[in-house]
């Protein structure tokens, strides 16, 4: 079975400083992984995905995430938040031996970006 | 890119009614489609999955007698809360995979609001 974590319920950044979402992820195989972007009473919005290659991958909005297949992390980055960043980030795998393409959601993590 | 629909974005019933909410592709065609709920505060949680044509395969726990799931074009999936009542409030988010594969993404709709009284 697939899951995620993500083991921060919010993350509290000044604006201008850089941000870390954390996700660390468990699969049987080979992971397929994604981060979106809610805001209230929205949808997801997709930010950035990783299938393979190389280990950083850059998304929408100026975010970033690492790969670390030994740590099974994929922590999402940004070098300088910005207050309309301020949304609720969730991390998302599927597994590659999952034909159903099924994809299991963490938690959640509220960032929060202070002028 | 490719969008998908939510048809209504907000509606309140009366307990005891049944609620049908669309999900549409608009410039794709949906070979499955997901459907979630979503508490306030808290992540997705799969109920079931459609593929065009066929019958929806629901998660545990998911009654697949009050959340009837419909899938019968490949840009339409509707999702029919029946009987409604008040702890059925939540937000129902719908995505969209445009063909059977591992690599084709997810697409989510924006979401509907039902909010039983």
């Known amino acids: 079975a697939q899951s995620v974590a993500q083991p921060e319920d919010q993350v509290n950044v000044a604006e201008g400083n850089p941000l870390t979402v954390k996700c660390t992820y468990s699969?049987?195989?080979?992971?397929?992984l994604f981060w979106y972007v809610q805001y209230p009473n929205r949808g997801l919005q997709f930010l950035l995905k990783y299938i393979t290659g190389d280990n950083l991958v850059k998304g929408s909005y100026g975010f970033e995430a690492e790969f670390n297949k030994s740590q099974t992390s994929f922590h999402l980055k940004k070098p300088s938040a910005l207050v309309s960043d301020s949304a609720l980030y969730f991390c998302a795998v599927r597994d590659w031996g999952n034909a159903g393409n099924m994809l299991t959601f963490g938690g959640g993590t509220r960032l929060m970006v202070k002028p | 890119g490719a969008v998908v629909s939510q048809h209504p974005s907000r509606v309140i019933c009366k307990s005891g009614t049944s609620v049908k909410i669309e999900c549409r592709s608009l410039?794709?065609?949906?070979?499955?489609m997901f459907w979630y709920r979503q508490f306030p505060k808290k992540s997705l949680m799969l109920m079931a999955t459609?593929?065009?044509?066929?019958?929806?395969?629901?998660e545990q726990g998911v009654e697949k007698d009050k959340f009837l799931i419909n899938h019968a074009s490949l840009t339409l999936s509707t999702l029919t809360v029946t009987s409604a009542h008040p702890e059925d409030s939540s937000f129902y988010i719908c995505?969209?995979?445009?063909?059977?594969?591992?690599?084709?993404?997810?697409?989510f709709g924006p979401g509907t609001r039902l909010t039983v009284l």
């Open positions: 410039d794709f065609q949906a070979t499955t």
């Open positions: 699969v049987s195989g080979n992971p397929y």
């Open positions: 995505s969209a995979t445009e063909l059977a594969g591992f690599y084709n993404e997810q697409f």
């Open positions: 459609s593929n065009e044509g066929s019958k929806a395969t629901y």
